[in-house]
Structures are given as structure tokens and as C-alpha cells.
């Protein structure tokens, strides 16, 4: 269940199982670092920020453009309704997820904010404790064949009740403290039936992953041989 409140321009998501008063500061880098809670950033196209509060570690993420409409818009939106924001979709989608036991970030909360006919977004999920992605681990070693076997296994259940990541890559794939295999960065995912042909289009992406980030980093323990055993755990929980 969706609790949802507004407050000006300012629209708050939260779970209504979610116990924490979340306010617009919890969505302001600015904030987290007046209280000294920041503890990491990581870089990317954009900023991720970890931050410390009451219950643990969260992880906030600001929506921002790519490519060379995001040069010209940054983190702007076109509003048509709170429902077709890609921050309302991600985090009704993470909720649904994490209901349905699929391995994702657990959704705190997350924020539109509108300004005429456009809008910015953010969200925080909780931290995946001692997370390591597929990318960072190949820079270190290689994969074992057990951890492959996890990986095709756990897209495979993802796969099997419809659900289409749009950027399916090795930096969005994770391992956690337990070696359990998480996925994350749903923005723009959505639910299709199981056998949609788009299903197919993540696995085509998430090869081409491999290959350039195998390309572009020196070490990267990978072998095209490994992507052979991957799709072999995948089509057999599929097949399941």
C-alpha cells in the first residue's frame, strides 16, 4: 500500500508499513550534510549518495536525463499527472517487487517535485548491506561457477513473472554480504507478461555489458565461456 502526501509543489511517497516521518529534507543532500550523514558518494552519470539515519543506511538518487536531451533538460520532466512519473513508477514498481520476494532495494520513500509543466525526482531505498556489483568483482577476480549459476538464476526469476529492466548491466547487478544476488536502478522498468520478446532484449543487453566493460578495464576477469554457463542457469530456472 501507497501512502501519498502533498504539500505544495512537493508530492512525498512512502509504504504505508513504513514507520519513519519522511519530510522534504530527507530528499536534500544539503540536509543529510548539515548533519554530518553522509558517509560515501559514488559517481557516476550522477551522484549517489549513502546516507546515514535512525535504521541504518539509505541510499538517495536524483532523477537526471541522459544522453543529449539531458544536456539540454538535466533533471527535467514533462508533467502529465503524479501516476506517469518515472519516480512514481519506479516506486510503486520497487514496492510490487519486494512483495512478490524478488531480491531489489527496499524502497523508503521518494519525492516529485513540480514546477508549472515540469517536474524533478528523487528516491531513497535502504542500502544493501556490503553490496558488491558483477563490474567490481570481475576487477578483482573472477566470478566462481557458483556465483554465475546465481546470477542467471536470479534474472531468470525476475524474468519469470514478467518484469523488464531497462538497463539490465553489470553495474546493476549486486551481491550482497551473504552472497545473495540483488538487482537495482529499476527506473523505467515495467511488468510484461512472462515470454515477452523485450525479456530477451535485457539478456542481449546485459551481454553487451560484459564485453565493454571488459574492454575498458585492465584487469577484468571475464571469459566469453562463463556467459555460456550463465545462460545455462538462466533457461533452466526458467524452464522450472
Sequence with gaps: MLDIINNGNHTLLTAVTNPLKINQDWFSPDYWRSQNAIIAEKKGRSTTWFIKYSSGTAVLRHYWRGG??????????????????????????????????????????????????????????????????????????????EEITKVGG?????????????????????????QRVFI???????????????????????????LKEASRNSPFYWQDRQWSKLIESYEKTMAS
Design 68 to 145: 543529449l536531451v539531458g544536456k539540454i533538460l538535466s533533471d527535467q520532466y514533462l508533467f502529465t499527472g503524479l501516476k506517469n512519473t518515472r519516480t512514481y513508477q519506479e516506486f510503486t514498481l520497487l514496492l510490487e517487487l519486494q512483495k512478490r520476494g524478488l531480491n531489489v532495494p527496499t524502497p523508503i520513500g521518494a519525492q516529485v517535485e513540480t514546477a508549472g509543466l515540469v517536474y524533478r525526482g528523487d528516491l531513497l531505498t535502504q542500502e544493501i548491506t556490503g553490496a558488491q556489483s558483477l563490474r567490481e568483482v570481475l576487477q578483482q577476480r573472477p566470478l566462481t561457477t
Design 154 to 178: 536470479t534474472i531468470a526469476a525476475f524474468h519469470q513473472q514478467g518484469v523488464y529492466h531497462a538497463d539490465l548491466n553489470i553495474n546493476n547487478i549486486l551481491f550482497d554480504q551473504e
Design 184 to 210: 537495482i536502478d529499476f527506473d523505467r522498468g515495467r511488468l510484461v507478461r512472462p515470454g515477452h520478446p523485450s525479456l530477451k532484449q535485457n539478456m542481449a543487453r546485459l551481454k553487451r555489458s560484459f
